[in-house]
């Protein structure tokens, strides 16, 4: 099927087919610092059954009373809209934004990587972890807890190259997203 037709939604252009196809998104919500909050987005999510694939929440205020939720989901452009609108009707929410299609973004997470090894293994694990930068902020003669910051991709690469080498446990943050250059949400 030829993907030369295209349509346009909120100004963006789409190959036919990119509509019909599940797409990562970082959204982007600006919302009353309040209890309850977080569980009516999240239920929001759950009730029409979308899945969210990274969570993250904090205030950003000065006086504490904003938060800002940072949420990767995947859907078609019409679900991702349809997650957009329903978010920004939610109450508490001030402001929501798909960051993925505002344009260039930042997306970065952190995570804490366990890695039990000895003897050859063990040696590795340490050449794989300076090559990505990752920093080692426990070690014992058994193992390591690296700690590693960058976009999901590198994350997962690292990791997958941890499996073979000792994988003991893994802990992540979640994305923290911004718009690049001077526009704000």
Request: charged fraction near 20%; charge should be neutral.
């Amino acid at each position: 099927m030829s993907q030369s037709v295209t349509a346009s939604r909120n100004g963006m252009r789409f190959a036919q087919g990119d509509m019909e196809t599940n797409q990562r998104a970082v959204i982007s919500a600006l919302v009353d610092n309040e209890s309850g909050v977080l569980a009516r987005v999240v239920g929001l999510f759950s009730g029409r059954g979308y899945n969210i694939e990274s969570l993250t929440v904090a205030p950003v205020s000065d006086n504490g009373s904003m938060s800002r939720i940072n949420i990767v989901t995947s859907g078609t452009v019409a679900i991702l809209e349809q997650i957009c609108a329903q978010l920004d009707r939610l109450v508490p929410v001030c402001r929501v934004v798909n960051l993925t299609e505002c344009g260039p973004h930042i997306a970065r997470e952190m995570a804490l990587i366990k890695v039990v090894s000895a003897g050859e293994a063990r040696t590795e694990a340490l050449r794989i972890a300076q090559a990505f930068r990752a920093r080692a902020v426990d070690t014992t003669a058994r193992s390591f807890v690296f700690e590693l910051t960058g976009a999901t991709d590198k994350i997962d690469s690292f990791i997958e190259l941890m499996a073979p080498l000792g994988l003991a446990e893994v802990s992540r943050t979640g994305v923290a997203a911004l718009i690049r250059g001077p526009q704000t949400i």
